[in-house]
Structure formats: C-alpha cells, structure tokens
C-alpha cells in the first residue's frame, strides 16, 4: 500500500535473506541515512549465515541489529524495534551486542513499548532510537 501511494508502480523486489550478505563487503555506496525497522522475533538463523556477525547467537532479531548497524552512514538514524530482553538479558550475545551499540552508536532513547502493541509477537518490546558516531566511542575512551 505505502508504495501505491508513492507512486511505485512496479517496484524491484529481490527475495532474499538479508542476513546471508556478507557485511565486510558493504561499501559507503550501499549505507542509509535513515533506517526504520522491525525485524522478525524468535527466528533462528543458520551457522553460515551466524559467521557473518563477531555476536554469536541464532537469534534473528539480535543479528539483524549488528546489520542495521553496519548499514548505517556515519551520523545516519535508526529506530529499531526489538524484545525488551535485550536490555537486561546477560548472556554473552547480548551484552556483546549492547556493547556494539553503545560503542559505535549514539543511543539516545528507548521506547518501552506495552505488551500487545505489536500483535502476534507475544513479548514486550522497545524500540531503540540511534545515531551512527563519526567514530568508535569505546576507542575514543582509551
């Protein structure tokens, strides 16, 4: 519908997992200056697709964060929704990836969503507004 209204009569869909490219060979060409996202819950990726990302986990929503991350231009925006577990679950992905965000990112609001807002997901959600830093805030640090 949103394409209808935009005038895109005949759009270029490529059905694809996202996750299967390989993120070393994005170049600035191919980054965004805005990403708005959804990603999908409780899904579980393969171990090729899983070597593309330094987090290890089989979590779809937990990869597609790294990726969106990468995708990102320098002072690019974000608002990503993802299960509220991420921010106090303490297994190694997690925190692995609240660490990627906070170094390469200016997160400057979360949005605690109520449970139902998104139907169907059956968890409770926030979404995650960020900035791509100019640089890595863990390096500038040191």
């Not at 996750?19 to 805005?34: A, G, H, I, P, W």
């Not at 990726?45 to 995708?71: C, D, S, W, Y």
Request: neutral net charge; charged residues 20%.
């Amino acid at each position: 519908m949103n394409m209808i209204l935009h005038g895109i009569d005949a759009p270029n869909i490529i059905h694809t997992n996202t996750l299967t490219e390989n993120l070393s060979d994005v170049q600035d060409k191919d980054r965004f200056d805005v990403i708005l996202a959804n990603p999908p819950f409780g899904g579980n990726e393969r171990k090729e697709v899983q070597n593309n990302f330094n987090i290890k986990t089989g979590e779809t929503a937990f990869l597609f964060l790294p990726h969106f991350i990468k995708m990102l231009k320098v002072g690019g925006r974000a608002a990503v929704v993802i299960k509220n577990t991420f921010l106090s679950n303490s297994d190694n992905a997690s925190r692995a990836l609240r660490q990627e965000l906070l170094s390469s990112c200016n997160l400057h609001t979360i949005l605690d969503c109520p449970g139902g807002t998104f139907i169907g997901v059956g968890v409770k959600t926030v979404v995650l507004f960020f900035e791509k830093a100019p640089f890595d805030f863990a390096q500038s640090a040191v």
